[in-house]
C-alpha cells in the first residue's frame, strides 16, 4: 500500500475537532447486514413513522474513483459502523473510515492491487487491544488497523492473503474475488469468494483463517474429493475437472450454536452440466457447517443439477419463528426464482412441506437434466413463475411481433433446460431476489425486494477452429465475449454488459490489456487464454486491422455457449411483461403467508400517463428498524424511501446523487440516528456516482 496524504490516524482526527465517540449510548451497525444474522434489522427507534418525513442530509462524503463518463463504476457497499466510525468502500475499490457523525474522513486506503472487485464492504475484528478491518480487494483479503488504515504486516503475506492458493485445478483461470464481507467466528475469519462462471472456474472452496495470523485453519470442500460425502453425485476426479459450487453471495452465523450458514454458487459451466451428470454436491446449497472445524452438519439442496444460474444469491436470514404453537430457530433462504426456503437451523428440517417437483422437460443434446426439483408450499413466491402470450404489458410496442417471437420460445415453467431455441426466465436469472437479500424482524416477518422482468437466452455451437487452423480476432471475440457483450459488440439493453463498438475512442489498447488480465467489476479476468489470442482480441476491438492468425489448443469440455443474459425490453426501453416490474414483499413467516406486496420504483413518465407505478429493476437490499420503518433505495429512479412495515405504505422519499444499488445501514452518535446508503450507480444504464449519504433529524 502506497502512504496516504490524508491517512488520519483516530487521535490525529480527535485533535482537529472530529468527535469519535465510545460512550456506550452508541448504537452500532457492526457487520455487513447488520448482525450475523444478516437481518438487515436495527431496535434503534428515533426515526418513527410520524417523524420520518422531516429526515434531511446530515453529510455527504465524496469517495472518489467513479467513472462517470462510462458509467460502469458501482458502490454495492453496506457500511459498518463501531463506536462512532465508519468503514466503507469506495467507488474506486479503497477502504475507508469516516467520522460517523460528520462524514469527515479518518483515513483512505491507497490501495494498487484491487482490480476486478465490485465490493460489498468490509469486515470487523478486536481481540485484546487489537482492531482489525479485513478488506477484500482484487485476489486479496487485506489486514488492516482499524485506527489509521495502515496494513498489519504480521498477518498473511505481508498483510494480506492469496485466495487462489489452494484452489488451483488443471486448466483453470486466475480469476477470484472476495466482493461479500467475511464472517468473524471468535477468531476466525471465514470467507468465500466470486469466481469465473465458465468451465475455467477456479475451485469453490470455503475457509477460514486465523484472524491474528492469516494461517490457515480449516477448509470445506464444496465439490468433494474421491471418497467424501458426496462425491458419487459428480464424475469421477470432479475436483481436477470442475470449477464453482463457491460462496460469493455471503454467510450468516449463529454465534452461540457455533454454526455458520452458508449458501453455494452453481457448478461451471452455469448453463450446461452433461459433462457433469448427477445432483452435483455441495452446489446450490444452503450448508450449515461447523464454525470452528469446518464439518458439515447438514446441508439442504435448493436446486438439483443446476444448468440455470439459479444458485442463491445472497445471505441467509436467521429469526425465530412460532411454529405450530412452538418458538423455533430457523434458517431462511430467499432465492433468484422467487422462492423461501424455511428450515429448521439445527436441524436443516423445512418448517413448511417442500415437495420435489417433476419437470419433464429434455435438455440440450448430451444434457441429463435433473428429474426433480424442491419447490416449498409455504410460503408462496414472491415472484411470478410463469410468462405467456397474455402476460405481456398494455402498453408495450410491437405487441405482435412480440406474441410471434414468443409463440417460438420454450417458456411457460419454471425449469425448462436452455436449448438452441429462446428459452426463458420468469423471473429473470438474477431475480426474484438478488444479492441484496431480504430483511427481517423479530415477530418474524421478512422484507425481501425483488424483480419480475423476463429475460431470454439460447445455447448455440461453439464454433471452435481445430488447432491448424489460424484464428482471427473476431473469431476469438466470438468464443470468449459475444456470449455477454454481443455478436455485434453492442452489449445488452440495460448496459449490465456494456457495448464495446468504438472501444479504441475510450480505452488504449494497454487499457483493455489491463481489464482483460484482472477483470473488472462482474467481468472476469481472461488469464485462462494466451497472450497471443488476448492481443489479437485487443487488436479486434481496437479496429485494428491484424494480418495474423492465431493457434489456439482448446480442449474444452462444453460444446456449447449461451447468447447472452437478455433482459426483456420494447423498443421504447420498458419491459415487455406486466407491471410491477419491481416488488416488496412482506412474509409472515410464522405462517408462511403474504402479508402485503407493493411495487418498488417508478419511471415517473408512466405515472404522469396514469399508469400506476410500475416498479423498476433493481439492486440492493432493505433496512427494518423497531419504529416500523423499512428504508430502501435499490430502484433505477435514484430514489430513497422509508416503507410502513406494516402496510407497505410509502412514508417519505428523497432524490439520490447516483441510484443507491446498495443496502442502508442505521447506527446512532451521541443520542443522533442516522441512515446511510451508497449511491454508486452504475447499472441499469444509470450514471455512477461516488457519494454516501447520510440522513437524520434536524
Known amino acids: ?18 468527535v469519535i465517540s465510545t460512550h456506550s449510548s452508541d448504537q452500532n451497525w457492526p457487520e455487513y447486514n447488520g ?5 438487515h434489522y436495527s431496535a434503534l427507534n ?11 442530509v446530515a453529510w455527504t462524503y465524496a469517495s472518489g474513483g467513479a467513472d462517470t463518463a462510462r458509467n460502469r463504476t458501482q458502490m454495492q457497499c453496506n457500511p459498518i459502523v463501531i463506536d462512532g466510525i465508519l468503514y466503507g468502500v469506495s467507488a474506486g475499490t479503497q477502504a475507508f473510515a469516516l467520522n460517523a457523525a460528520t462524514g469527515q474522513q479518518i483515513w483512505k486506503t491507497d490501495i494498487a492491487d484491487n482490480g476486478g472487485t465490485t465490493s460489498r464492504g468490509v469486515t470487523y475484528w478486536s481481540g485484546g487491544n487489537e482492531k482489525r478491518i479485513f478488506f477484500g480487494a482484487g485476489k486479496w483479503i487485506y489486514a488492516l488497523n482499524a485506527n489509521d488504515g495502515s496494513l498489519i504486516t504480521s498477518f498473511g503475506e505481508n498483510g494480506r492473503i492469496n485466495l487462489k492458493t489452494g484452489l488451483e485445478r488443471p486448466g483453470a483461470d486466475d480469476y477470484i474475488t472476495p466482493n461479500t464481507p467475511n464472517t468473524i467466528y471468535k477468531n476466525l475469519l471465514i470467507t468465500g469468494a466470486r469466481v469465473n462462471e465458465n468451465e475455467t472456474a477456479l475451485l469453490g472452496d470455503v475457509r477460514a483463517y486465523d484472524a491474528r495470523t492469516g494461517k490457515l485453519a480449516w477448509t470445506f470442500r464444496t465439490i468433494p474429493a474421491k471418497g467424501e460425502y458426496g462425491a458419487e453425485t459428480w464424475p469421477v476426479n470432479a475436483r481436477q475437472n470442475f470449477g464453482g459450487a463457491n460462496a460469493w453471495a455471503g454467510m450468516a452465523i449463529d454465534r452461540d450454536r457455533g454454526i455458520v450458514y452458508i449458501p453455494t454458487g452453481s457448478a461451471a459451466y452455469d448453463f450446461y452440466g452433461g459433462n457433469r451428470p448427477g445432483n452435483n454436491l455441495f452446489a446450490n446449497c444452503l450448508l450449515a457447517l461447523d464454525a470452528a472445524t469446518g464439518k458439515r452438519l447438514w446441508h439442504y439442496q435448493l436446486v438439483h443439477h443446476d ?36 428450515l429448521d437451523r439445527v436441524t436443516g428440517k423445512p418448517l413448511f412441506p417442500i415437495k420435489e417437483t417433476p419437470f419433464n422437460f429434455p435438455g440440450i443434446e448430451g444434457e441429463k437434466v435433473s428429474a426433480t426439483q424442491p419447490i416449498p408450499t409455504l410460503p408462496a413466491p414472491f415472484a411470478r413463475q410463469t410468462f405467456n402470450a397474455g402476460d405481456f404489458n398494455a402498453f408495450v410496442a410491437d405487441r405482435d411481433s412480440l406474441v410471434d417471437v414468443l409463440s417460438k420460445a420454450k417458456t411457460g415453467s419454471a425449469y425448462i433446460p436452455i436449448t438452441s431455441s429462446m ?18 424482524d423479530p415477530s418474524g416477518v421478512m422484507y425481501v425486494p425483488a424483480k419480475e422482468i423476463p429475460v431470454y437466452t439460447s445455447l448455440i455451437k461453439k464454433e471452435i477452429p481445430k488447432n491448424t487452423a489460424g484464428v482471427t480476432g473476431a473469431q476469438l471475440y466470438q468464443i470468449n465475449c459475444a456470449a455477454c457483450h454481443g455478436a455485434d459488440k453492442m452489449g445488452n439493453h440495460d448496459g449490465s454488459y456494456p457495448s464495446l463498438a468504438n472501444l479504441e475512442k475510450r480505452l488504449k489498447p494497454a487499457q483493455v490489456e489491463t481489464i482483460l488480465q484482472n477483470g473488472r467489476g462482474m467481468m472476469p479476468s481472461f488469464t485462462h487464454i494466451s497472450d497471443a489470442e488476448r492481443k ?34 420494447d423498443r421504447n426501453g420498458y419491459p415487455v411483461s406486466q407491471p410491477p416490474w419491481g416488488t416488496l414483499t412482506a412474509i409472515d413467516l410464522n405462517t408462511g403467508r403474504r402479508k402485503w406486496q407493493v411495487p418498488l420504483g417508478e419511471y415517473k413518465e408512466l405515472t404522469a400517463k396514469g399508469i400506476p407505478p410500475t416498479g423498476t429493476d433493481n439492486y440492493g437490499g432493505p433496512l427494518v428498524t423497531a419504529s416500523g420503518l423499512i428504508f430502501i433505495a435499490a430502484s433505477r429512479d435514484e430514489q430513497f424511501r422509508a416503507f410502513d412495515k406494516e402496510t407497505g405504505k410509502i412514508l417519505w422519499q428523497t432524490a439520490l446523487p447516483a441510484a443507491g444499488y446498495a443496502s442502508a445501514s442505521t447506527y446512532s452518535v451521541n443520542g443522533k440516528q ?19 449519504v447520510a440522513f437524520s433529524l434536524p
Request: hydrophobic share 35%; charged share 20%.
Open 1 to 18: 500500500m502506497k502512504p496516504n496524504p490524508v491517512l488520519l490516524s483516530a487521535s490525529f482526527a480527535a485533535l482537529c475537532g472530529f
Open 674 to 692: 442516522y441512515v446511510v446508503i451508497a449511491c454508486g450507480g452504475g447499472k441499469l444504464n444509470t450514471k455512477s456516482g461516488d457519494k454516501y
Open 307 to 342: 444448468i440455470w444460474d439459479r444458485d442463491p444469491p445472497c445471505p441467509p436470514n436467521l429469526v425465530t419463528v412460532t411454529h405450530k404453537g412452538k418458538r423455533v430457530d430457523a434458517v431462511v433462504q430467499v432465492t433468484k426464482q422467487g422462492y423461501v426456503f424455511v
Open 536 to 569: 489479437s482480441i485487443i487488436a479486434y476491438l481496437s479496429n485494428q486491422e491484424n494480418k495474423e492468425s492465431v493457434k489456439i489448443d482448446s480442449k474444452t469440455q462444453v460444446p456449447y455457449q449461451h447468447t447472452g443474459y437478455n433482459r426483456w425490453y
Open 423 to 440: 428459452t426463458v426466465f420468469y423471473p429473470g436469472t438474477d431475480g426474484g431476489a438478488q444479492w441484496g437479500g431480504a430483511a427481517t
Open 35 to 39: 448482525n450475523g444474522a444478516r437481518s
Open 46 to 56: 428515533q426515526i418513527t413513522k410520524e417523524n420520518v418525513a422531516q429526515l434531511k
